[in-house]
């Protein structure tokens, strides 16, 4: 990658994220934390406002928007790649959302690029088992629920088939034995706990917000708990 396309990549990463440590960016990029350092002052002396806070990161200044990119036809054909799993594998609402930011990928292709993506759109097709196929609609709910830390209220059937009103505190979403998962603090039982999605009749955001503070982080749970190896609730 030239300086050009990876100062590009580096303002593109900063616009994606509110701290972006230099280590970070030296990783995704390949390169030397001191290269960094060259690179973000390269950007500042071209006028884009990135900042530096101690112990988070590098950032862009409130307000600072990148004009609409272009995608090349190889990034294109990822997205639409991704389409085909999206579909497979998640729920109705995200089938919708992706519908529509895939097609503001369309909106920014050449003519030509939007030719080639078309005639690769014909010729991909996903053949998802039965199991895997969710006929929620539920997890555009559940990611607002973890990214807002708002308590969530879900008329959940347990194991034995018996539905019960639950509140929880959602810290994350887990796909693992062909099924979505979510992690989330139970305040009946105090403790954090493994639900399956697709045994979820009904779904409440509440709006209100959490009432812990810190809760452990996804992967720290995963670690704890042995995912595989934790009981249905």
Do not use: C
């Amino acid at each position: 990658m030239n300086r050009i396309d990876r100062l590009f990549g580096i303002t593109t990463m900063l616009q994606s994220k509110k701290y972006v440590p230099a280590e970070q960016i030296a990783a995704q990029f390949g390169i030397s934390v001191r290269t960094v350092y060259r690179d973000v002052r390269a950007l500042t002396e071209q006028g884009i406002p990135v900042s530096f806070e101690q112990h988070k990161g590098y950032f862009l200044v409130q307000g600072y928007f990148l004009p609409p990119v272009s995608f090349t036809p190889e990034e294109a054909n990822a997205l639409l790649l991704m389409e085909k799993m999206a579909l497979g594998f998640t729920d109705k609402s995200i089938h919708a959302h992706y519908t529509t930011a895939l097609h503001k990928v369309k909106a920014v292709l050449r003519s030509k690029e939007k030719d080639r993506f078309e005639q690769l759109n014909t010729s991909i097709r996903t053949h998802v088992p039965e199991q895997f196929l969710n006929n929620f609609d539920y997890l555009a709910t559940l990611q607002s629920a973890i990214s807002d830390r708002h308590i969530i209220e879900v008329a959940y059937s347990n194991i034995s088939g018996v539905a019960s009103l639950r509140r929880l505190e959602p810290i994350g979403l887990v796909f693992y034995s062909a099924a979505w998962h979510i992690i989330a603090w139970y305040h009946l039982r105090n403790d954090y706990r493994d639900f399956k999605v697709v045994r979820i009749e009904r779904l409440t955001a509440t709006g209100i917000p959490f009432k812990i503070e810190q809760h452990i982080s996804l992967n720290d749970y995963i670690t704890d708990r042995h995912l595989n190896k934790s009981p249905e609730v």
